[in-house]
Every structure is written in structure tokens, then in C-alpha cells.
């Protein structure tokens, strides 16, 4: 059986459509606590609170940057950095272990990251947005 | 070689003791003041296996390797920050672990494009030198000698002075950062003097006791440009000024001991570059160091007779490629290559006219595989070949006399793993 043109492209078409809900369903975003007043970010501050360069918010409290653990966040973390996710931990080990700043903390339970948030008024969380608590505000990027 | 050992164990565990009580007095008080300190640490275990008789430590097939460190930050008030770090290394059948201060500074930042940092500060040269024995950091368990010198750290990592920093972003060149410093170095003379002899000798048979390191001021900076498209490019300079070596040096088993004094001014440059493709991570780093206003003083010997005291330069490089498989995953290679001499690379200079440098000429090709086991826990592997240049014939190699000799390479294999375990 041999497929038409159309009808190629067509099914390509399905499977983009298909693939981009499924993007958009698992779609990471960042996130701080509703405490905090910052207003947005963009993409070059953002890329260097990742990589450990922001240091400080604008009221002087500490960027400390906590992920959760699932690929999709992990990917978000590299595409907005530009750096693959093995170099970024090489980068966090070299910020905790010169005292230049803090090691991303990295998540495998929800419960655990939302307290470190709430204890610590400068984490900026990296979730999916399905995870989104009442007391956060997602982040807006500015590009 | 016979050195006076500073080894006091004693004086170390007395110096562990105290630093324990102090911590453990002042961590409650911080936590009472709401200043809570974040603490990190690692430990790191390794074995360096070799084929030959010639390499690392010369006649060892094998040589262990001890790493661990504890540091500390708190926030004091808005955007300071206070950290330390105290480190231990141990490598081979030394039995010194004395812990060393790395760092303990108060550091402030006025704003992103200003900040001002204060105390025992670690430098910043070329992409590694910050963080030259955590391995953490990178795929290599050795970094590439021909810009990165181990046996130096305690020389050249931290600093007793300031330092400015700072980064400015671009809307369209991406980002600047500069880290400007300036201080002096607080020395243990007698690791300082092993560390240099272990570069600069080859083969010695005399005595040199009672080493006392000076060093004026060192000041320097690094500037790097970040681009928007995976392109990071840096320049180091660091100065050492009248940095002095003294000392009790006989020339040979049975010769008078004399004084011994030399002192010069070391200034280093390195350029670097990394490039990020995906999961691709490519550097190339350039060093290059020049001695000048040499000067060595021995007892009834004259000045820079034996060329010893003279300007030289060196230089050495790297070109490096890491691919980040996966997110535990990573491989890496690279090929280094370093002369003592730039001017005289193949080293017939050197048969007749030089002290014979263990670091004179040599080329290392790496391989090394990286894998984290768990989010604490990273096991490194890694496999070295290495060439190096060695004078044979007489081996007395004085100050004050020259003897015919000739050059031979020798190739060694080795093998390096190591698991490091960090909170």
C-alpha cells in the first residue's frame, strides 16, 4: 500500500499536534514563593541564577534554586541555561565546594521541595506546572 | 634528598581539636541568631596505578590518593555572605594530612556588576584552578598537567588578601564577568619547598634544609566574556612578585653545606575557551609563564653561574572534548603537552647547559569516564598515557658544574579510580 502525499503529511501533522500536548501537558515552570515580590525575570537573569551567577534577588535574599526530579524538568533547566544537565551539577559542585554560592537542590518528593521553599524565602523551584500550589506564583520570562 | 620534616602530629591533632570545639560552640549560637549555617563536604578516595619505573613517584607501581573537605557558609546580612572550607589531601606514602585552611572569607556584593570579597580567597585562573582538587567538578580525575599543576596547589590556589568581581550583561553579547585580586600567600615553607623540589629536580644528590619560601605580593585577575551561543572565552594573569627560596644546600653527599638564596618574579598568563554543543563540552587552554629578574646566591659561587637565575618562559596547553551521555553518564579526553622551556622544546639545551626539571618536557593523552552511582556517590575512572623527558649519563646536576648527559623519553601507562562521597 503506498500513502499519498497528503496523507503523510497529514499523520506527520497528528503526531506534531500529538507530541506538543503532550509537551505542553508536562510543561515545567518556574515557580517562588507567593512571599516573594519578584514581578519577572528574564531569560538572561534567569540562565544566571541556573548556573549560579545571580546570587541575590533585588530585596537581598539568596537565589537558591531547587528542581524536581522528572526528565522534563530537567530538560527545561538545560534549555534555558544551554547547558546539558551533567556540566550544570559539575557547575553547582564547583559554586558549593568554593563558597561562591549554593548547590541547586534537586528533589525526588514533592512534599520535601515545597517545604524547602517555604523555608527558605529566596528558592526559585523549577516543577511541573501541574504541581503548582495556591501559595506559589509562577515566574514570568521575559525573552 | 633529606628535608627537616614539619610533621608534628601532635600539633595537627591538637589543631583538629581545637577547630572541632570551636565549631561545635559556635554552630548553636549561629542557629540562636538565625543565622544558619549551610555545611558541605566530601571525602575522596583514589589509587593512581603506573606501568613503569618512571612517572608520578618514581619505582611505585601504585600511589594512593586522599582528598576530604568541610566548608560552611551563613548569610549574614543582605547579599554578604561568610564561607570557609577546610581541606585535607594526602597523596602517596606521605604521612603529612595536615588540614589547610582553603578559604574563609566575608564577601559582599554591592551589586551584580560590583562586589568586594575579603580574607584567605581561592583564585580564579583559567576554567579549573578554582577548583583544582575537586574532581567533582569534571569528568577528569587529573586535570591536564601542562596548565594545571597539581603538586602547586598549595602554592597557587588561595590567597590571604581582596578581590573585586563583578558581571555585566550585554542585550546582545551575551555576559562580561571580571574577579581582579590582590595579597600574599601564607606559606608552609617545608610543603611549599617539597612541592617545588618534586618539579625541579630530577635527580639530586645534595642536602637543602631549613627552607624558608618568601613571596612580596601576588595580584591578578580573570576576565570572561559568556556568549549567547555556547562560546565562553576567558584571559588570567597572575604576578608573583620577588618570590625567594632560602635555605642550607649542599651540592652532593660530603660537600660543605652553604647558604643558598635565590628570587625572582613569575608572572603567568592563560587563555581559554569552551565551546557547549549539546551534550558536547570542547576547551582548548594556553599557559604561559615567564620568570624574570632572577637572581641566585651560594656561598663562593658567582651570581647565575649557572643559569639557573636567567629569565625563562614556558608554556603548556590542552585541548580537551566531554560528552554528557546521560545525566549520570560522562566521558571525556584530552591531550596536553608542557615545556619548562619554550625555547628549547626538545631539550638539547638542557643536556648541557641546565638543571634537569622533572616537569622539563612531557605529553599526557587521557581518557576518563565518569558515573554517578547515586546523588551522593561518583565512581571516576580514567586511563593516562604519558611521555617525559629524562637526562641520563651523570646524573649530579649542580648548580656549579655541568656534566655530559643525554636525553631519552620515557613512556609510562597508568590507571587512576576513584570514588568520592559528598553531602
Given at each position: ?65 531547587a528542581f524536581s526530579s522528572d526528565a522534563?524538568?530537567i ?10 544537565f551533567g556540566?550544570l551539577k559539575n557547575?553547582w559542585t564547583?559554586?558549593a565546594f ?5 548547590k541547586a537542590k534537586r528533589f525526588q518528593n514533592?512534599?520535601d521541595l ?30 | ?39 558541605r563536604g566530601f571525602v575522596s578516595g583514589g ?21 576530604a ?65 575537586i574532581d567533582a567538578t569534571?569528568t577528569?580525575i ?182 554528557f551521555i546521560s545525566d549520570k553518564l560522562s ?38 569516564f565518569s558515573y554517578q552511582w547515586r546523588e551522593s556517590t561518583l565512581l571516576k575512572m ?35 579510580f576513584k570514588v568520592t562521597l559528598s553531602f
Amino acid at each position: 500500500m503506498r500513502l499519498g502525499r497528503r496523507t503523510v503529511t497529514a499523520l506527520l501533522g497528528i503526531v506534531l499536534i500529538f507530541q506538543g500536548a503532550l509537551v505542553c501537558e508536562a510543561r515545567s515552570v518556574f515557580v517562588i514563593h507567593a512571599q516573594n515580590t519578584v514581578e519577572n525575570l528574564n531569560d538572561v537573569n534567569l540562565a544566571g541564577i541556573i548556573k549560579g551567577e545571580v546570587r541575590y534577588w533585588e530585596n537581598g535574599d539568596p537565589t537558591r534554586l531547587a528542581f524536581s526530579s522528572d526528565a522534563e524538568t530537567i530538560k527545561c533547566l538545560e534549555s534555558e541555561s544551554q547547558i546539558p544537565f551533567g556540566r550544570l551539577k559539575n557547575i553547582w559542585t564547583r559554586l558549593a565546594f568554593t563558597g561562591r554560592g549554593f548547590k541547586a537542590k534537586r528533589f525526588q518528593n514533592d512534599s520535601d521541595l515545597f517545604l524547602f521553599m517555604k523555608k527558605n524565602p529566596g528558592a526559585l523551584a523549577c516543577i511541573p506546572e501541574s504541581k503548582v500550589q495556591d501559595w506559589m506564583t509562577i515566574v514570568p520570562i521575559s525573552r | 634528598m633529606d628535608f627537616q620534616t614539619s610533621a608534628n602530629k601532635f600539633a595537627i591533632l591538637r589543631r583538629w581539636l581545637v577547630a572541632l570545639i570551636l565549631a561545635l560552640a559556635v554552630t548553636p549560637c549561629l542557629w540562636a541568631i538565625d543565622l544558619k549555617p549551610t555545611f558541605r563536604g566530601f571525602v575522596s578516595g583514589g589509587i593512581l596505578l603506573q606501568d613503569g619505573e618512571q612517572g608520578l613517584n618514581e619505582g611505585e607501581q601504585h600511589v594512593e590518593l586522599f582528598e576530604a573537605a568541610l566548608n560552611a557558609s551563613i548569610f549574614p546580612f543582605d547579599k554578604t555572605l561568610i564561607s570557609g572550607q577546610v581541606f585535607v589531601f594526602h597523596l602517596g606514602d606521605d604521612d603529612d594530612i595536615d588540614p589547610k585552611l582553603d578559604y574563609l572569607y566575608l564577601d559582599h556584593e554591592v551589586t551584580q556588576e560590583f562586589g568586594l570579597r575579603a580574607g584567605r580567597i581561592r583564585r580564579k585562573e583559567g576554567f579549573f584552578l578554582e577548583t583544582i582538587d575537586i574532581d567533582a567538578t569534571r569528568t577528569f580525575i587529573r586535570l591536564p598537567a601542562g596548565v594545571y599543576v597539581l603538586d602547586l596547589r598549595d602554592i597557587n590556589t588561595s590567597i590571604d588578601g581582596f578581590s573585586v568581581y563583578g558581571t555585566v550583561d550585554t542585550e546582545n553579547w551575551g555576559s562580561f564577568s571580571y574577579d581582579l585580586y590582590g595579597g600574599d600567600i601564607d606559606f608552609d615553607d617545608q610543603d611549599v619547598f617539597d612541592a617545588i623540589s618534586t618539579i625541579a629536580f630530577q635527580s639530586f644528590e645534595g642536602t637543602f634544609t631549613n627552607p624558608a619560601i618568601g613571596l612580596d605580593t601576588i595580584y591578578g585577575g580573570q576576565l570572561r566574556w559568556y556568549s549567547n551561543f555556547g562560546l565562553t572565552l576567558a584571559y588570567s594573569y597572575a604576578r608573583y612578585n620577588d618570590f625567594s627560596i632560602r635555605g642550607d644546600m649542599s651540592l652532593a653527599e660530603g660537600l660543605p653545606v652553604q647558604d643558598y638564596y635565590s628570587e625572582s618574579s613569575l608572572s603567568w598568563h592563560v587563555l581559554s575557551s569552551e565551546y557547549v554543543m549539546d551534550d558536547w563540552v570542547f576547551r582548548a587552554e594556553y599557559l604561559a609563564g615567564r620568570s624574570s629578574d632572577g637572581r641566585v646566591f651560594l656561598d663562593g659561587v658567582p651570581p647565575n653561574s649557572s643559569g639557573f637565575g636567567d629569565s625563562t618562559n614556558l608554556d603548556g596547553w590542552y585541548v580537551s572534548a566531554e560528552r554528557f551521555i546521560s545525566d549520570k553518564l560522562s566521558i571525556g579526553t584530552y591531550y596536553t603537552e608542557y615545556y619548562a622551556d619554550s625555547s628549547d622544546r626538545d631539550g638539547s639545551e638542557l643536556v648541557e647547559d641546565r638543571l634537569v626539571s622533572n616537569m622539563h618536557n612531557f605529553r599526557n593523552l587521557a581518557l576518563g569516564f565518569s558515573y554517578q552511582w547515586r546523588e551522593s556517590t561518583l565512581l571516576k575512572m580514567e586511563a593516562h598515557w604519558q611521555q617525559k623527558l629524562r637526562i641520563v649519563g651523570d646524573s649530579r646536576n649542580t648548580l656549579t658544574e655541568r656534566f655530559p648527559s643525554s636525553r631519552v623519553y620515557d613512556t609510562t601507562l597508568g590507571l587512576a579510580f576513584k570514588v568520592t562521597l559528598s553531602f
